[in-house]
């Protein structure tokens, strides 16, 4: 099996082998063997796997949006104690996951709609 050298130091190439940087185009070249000689950019998937990526893209926005909308709501429903103290102090992160989410499904209703 043949392997390919990236390096981006000089110092880490051992001494019989023979090493030089090389870009993104080898990046693409080992993605597209991956996926079968396919691009991967939504617009050169065949339609069935265009919609399967879309799906999912609307599920990982409606979980991500619900997790943010969860640990935003605790606190208030939660009876004192640590628990709640750590879960209220988790709002950054909250509305950081709601804001991912909400983004996500927007993302998701803008490709639908290109897609038509």
């Not at 998937?45 to 599920?59: F, V």
Request: aromatic share 4%; charged share 15%.
């Amino acid at each position: 099996m043949a392997m390919a050298c990236v390096c981006f130091r000089r110092e880490n190439v051992s001494p019989g082998l023979n090493c030089r940087p090389r870009g993104l185009g080898l990046v693409k070249r080992v993605v597209a063997a991956h996926n079968g000689g396919m691009s991967t950019t939504p617009n050169h998937l065949p339609s069935h796997q265009r919609d399967k990526a879309l799906n999912e893209l609307l599920l990982k926005g409606i979980f991500i949006a619900l997790i943010g909308l969860v640990l935003l709501l605790a606190p208030s429903i939660m009876a004192a104690g640590e628990v709640r103290t750590l879960v209220a102090g988790s709002s950054l992160v909250a509305w950081f996951a709601l804001v991912l989410g909400l983004a996500l499904i927007v993302r998701y209703v803008l490709r639908r709609r290109a897609a038509k």
